[in-house]
């Protein structure tokens, strides 16, 4: 679901203070889309730059034969289970992660920028 329009209306008319968020919903499997709007009295814009997961920008990655994860795409059914793991990073997505990987890799190594 993706937000489309945010509209605040201050009270002036008949309704109380409200946002008024449009949303779209599409979905390829059945080809369809679906327009639709939500009011609420509060709205957190979560639409940071970290939003779009990327790959980090690391020489020679093109190289590396093992499997490449964003923990974006996680899947329940990735088995870390006697892996080594690189884990890229330290922000607040690796501090929920890494504690759960440690518990089942054979090894984990944790990339941090200096």
Known sequence: TEAKRAVYHDGRGAAPNHWAITLHQADAALNSRCHYEVTCNY???AIGPLSTPRMPNVKNLDRFRGKLIHSAHW????????????????????????PQIAKVAKKLIVFQRT
């Open 43 to 45: 709205v957190f814009f």
């Open 75 to 98: 899947t329940d059914n990735i088995n870390l289970a006697d892996k080594v793991v690189g884990v890229v990073g330290t922000g607040a997505t690796a501090v929920q992660i890494v």
